[in-house]
């Protein structure tokens, strides 16, 4: 009986074991089995950003091939910058709605036919080509004026056409380190909702500094692909009374907050002056930086930045 009873207590905890050995076995084919699929979907993830990078790259050379004759070199690098600042999607959408004039075409147009205003009406500039038509051409000396200017003209005019087409005016100008001042009616607009320094010069506030704008809160919103970069963020001033200061730790990719921009000596007058630059960083990708204008963020009280990394070669 005792036998019996020695017996089937060890196949009971046989069995116990066994059952044991089982489950973990599973279990750990199971996290073997997640782990190679978060593998496979990290490296498919990393595929895409590759791909969608070199179909970007030669969405960009493609356009720089066919109409960099149309564009001023300075011009052809700032659009090529603002090209790349752009996803796919939005290239595509950009290159197919954008149609540049050839400079040698106009050139040849005005040689010929420039007396009746053909080469301006080619340019979109009618009441010109009117004027040319009914005065043929300035009596022949307007036409011959326009033969050593249409070259210039027809690159203006495609920088001008390409700038309506991507609203790329602002970052044209902040590229050129100049922020255009806001109309008189938009300041009102905006200081009677916000109370800013404009109306209250030197206001003084409680806490750090003596103006209205230092403690302004606003939106921050920094993300990047991949996620997990590092963000620093940095005043750069044109007026002595902002200091401009190093780059200081934000936080990592995504990053939301509500937060005071803390500038010291801000106002919405020297606002213009001041920009804000955001770094991301990432071990094993290229760093990138976004410049901001302050009285911009003032307005929309919101820093909104996406940065697409690209890996270090």
Known sequence: ?????????FA???????????????????QNIE???????????????DDDEHIKESLINNFATTYQKCFTQSDFNMVIAFLRTK?????????????GIDPNVTQIVSIFLGAYGVDRFMLGQNTYGAIKLITFGGC????????FQIKRLTKETNMKNFAEITNMNQFALTQQ???????????????????????????????????????TIVRWDVQS?????????????KTPEVKSTNN????????????????????????????????????????????????MIIDQEEISAFFRLVKEE
Do not use: H
């Not at 009986?1 to 089937?8: A, E, G, S, T, Y």
């Not at 905006?190 to 806490?207: C, D, F, W, Y």
């Not at 509500?258 to 500038?263: H, M, N, V, Y």
């Open 1 to 9: 009986m005792n036998r019996n009873i020695i017996l089937m207590l």
């Open 12 to 30: 009971f905890v046989f069995s116990v074991n066994t059952t044991f050995a089982e489950n973990k076995s599973s279990i750990e084919g199971n």
């Open 35 to 49: 782990m190679q699929q978060r593998e496979t979907e990290s490296i498919k993830v990393e595929m895409l950003d």
């Open 87 to 99: 996803s796919v999607e939005e290239i595509r959408m950009i290159t197919s709605s954008f149609s």
């Open 140 to 147: 022949g000396i307007w036409a011959i004026i326009d033969w």
């Open 177 to 215: 380190g100049y922020y255009p001042p806001v109309p008189q009616q938009e300041v009102k607009k905006t200081t009677n909702r916000k109370q800013l320094a404009k109306e209250e010069p030197r206001k003084e506030v409680e806490g750090y500094g003596n103006t209205a704008l230092e403690n």
């Open 225 to 237: 692909r991949p996620a997990g970069a590092d963000v620093f963020w940095r005043v750069v001033s």
């Open 248 to 295: 200081k730790y934000l936080q990592t990719t995504p990053y939301e907050a509500t937060k005071s921009l803390d500038i010291r000596g801000l106002s919405y007058e020297n606002s213009g002056d001041v920009r804000i630059i955001l770094r991301c960083e990432k071990e094993g990708y290229y760093p990138q930086e976004k410049e901001f204008n302050v009285r």
